[in-house]
């Protein structure tokens, strides 16, 4: 395999990005990649906000994986800045290369770099592939979460 690249995203890539977006069970019910309109204002708010690094990994001129890092500053844990990795999707024809295991390293590295001091992450319930990824990247299942559809 070719050499990868990260980088950040553009306008370029959100074909792409969509698409893996919605190729898994729980993607295929909430995204629609035939119409971008959405997705175009999303992203055009997401390069506006310098706190948000959506990037892309390349190889061979094509994206193969994708994430969204947000650096959220805050005062808890004594003022510290924390990062949330969103939106992790690796494309069919990667899984299980190592890929997912590079891409989640560079966004842990990139934390470090931004002066974060706590990465974490948010996986539906039913993804109990992705939770023994992310227990074996040294991540740990510490708190309950919940959300309110609006």
């Not at 990994?57 to 650096?71: M, P």
Request: aromatic share 6%.
């Amino acid at each position: 395999m070719g050499d990868l690249v990260i980088r950040r995203a553009t306008a370029e890539d959100l074909p792409a990005i969509v698409g893996m977006l919605a190729d898994d069970p729980v993607g295929a019910q909430r995204e629609s990649p035939d119409d971008l309109t959405p997705y175009v204002a999303a992203f055009e708010r997401i390069v506006a906000d310098p706190n948000q690094h959506l990037v892309v990994a390349v190889r061979e001129n094509q994206v193969v994986g994708t994430l969204q890092l947000t650096l959220v500053p805050g005062l808890s844990r004594q003022g510290a800045t924390r990062s949330i990795i969103e939106s992790v999707r690796i494309h069919a024809d990667e899984r299980g290369s190592g890929l997912g295991t590079q891409f989640i390293e560079w966004a842990v590295d990139e934390s470090r770099r931004q002066g974060c001091q706590l990465v974490q992450l948010t996986s539906d319930a039913s993804r109990t592939d992705a939770h023994r990824f992310y227990t074996r990247l040294g991540f740990e299942a510490s708190h309950v979460g919940f959300k309110l559809q609006l």
